[in-house]
């Protein structure tokens, strides 16, 4: 069984239009592309078309962070479909713990994204993940489960061959404490299992689960080895084409 294997980097809010083209540049020295491992950085707004440019004709694929449902009103602040269509980008993460935890993001917000992300014929990077209170409260797999039944409602098993989960417990994000290996695949496998119920046992087989959360070329190989883990959600060490490019060596 071979699923595809990604690696995608998410700045958050960092890295300007000149950064972001000094990053590809090198990273495109730095990475080993013959693997089969699909490799995308997602920049902020203003730096899309920049990172775009210095991407294209290479193996990196330009994501975003957000996107809206609405094709376009009065929503201060986001962006929607068809803008970000003009770079064009291949990806978009959604529900983003961040997002959740600072800007109001809800199920019911993720699923209305993840559908009008699919709708433009990007795919979506769905994010889920408990906070380290809800871990310490055995809460893992309900909260989990919950995040991806609200996230997922309303989609087709045909949905699903375009979607991206990924699973960042919130209590490793940012912190250095990444999750064991064992602690990310059992969660992989039980998200797994609740796609097989959601949809079918196809879905279940077929789509990519990343993990996050602490991701560095030091603990890449040993996640990656999981058996469910189809690669990783790297926040800060995306940030540096070095250490980006090491994870990408070592899956
Ligand atoms: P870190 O890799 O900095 O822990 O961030 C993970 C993350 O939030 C990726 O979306």
């Known amino acids: 069984m071979s699923r595809r294997m990604i690696i995608a980097g998410n700045w958050k809010m960092n890295k300007n239009s000149a950064e972001a083209r000094d990053f590809i540049a090198e990273l495109k020295g730095k990475a080993d592309f013959s693997k089969n491992v699909e490799v995308a950085v997602c920049p902020p707004f203003t730096s899309l078309q920049a990172a775009a440019s210095a991407a294209a004709g290479s193996a990196v694929k330009v994501g975003a962070q957000n996107m809206h449902w609405e094709e376009s009103g009065a929503y201060t602040g986001e962006i929607s479909a068809s803008m970000l269509a003009e770079i064009p980008v291949s990806s978009v993460i959604i529900g983003h713990s961040e997002r959740r935890q600072y800007f109001g993001e809800t199920d019911d917000t993720v699923n209305q994204r993840v559908k009008a992300v699919l709708k433009a014929g990007f ?49 490793a994000i940012g912190t250095g404490l990444t999750a064991t290996p064992e602690q990310a695949q059992a969660m992989h496998d039980f998200i797994r299992k609740l796609l097989s119920k959601l949809f079918s046992e196809a879905v279940a087989e077929a789509v990519p689960i990343l993990y996050g959360g602490s991701v560095k070329p030091g603990n890449a190989a040993e996640l990656m080895a999981k058996p469910d883990i189809d690669g990783a959600l790297v926040g800060g060490a995306s940030l540096k084409a070095d250490d980006f490019a090491g994870i990408i060596n070592a899956c």
């Not at 209170?133 to 996230?151: H, P």
Request: hydrophobic fraction near 35%.
């Open 123 to 171: 795919e979506p990077i769905m994010c889920v993940g408990e906070t380290k209170e809800q871990r310490e409260a055995d809460k893992t797999e309900e909260i989990v489960e919950r995040q991806l039944k609200g996230g997922l409602q309303g989609l087709t098993e045909e949905d699903m061959k375009s979607l991206v989960i990924a699973y960042e417990p919130v209590w």
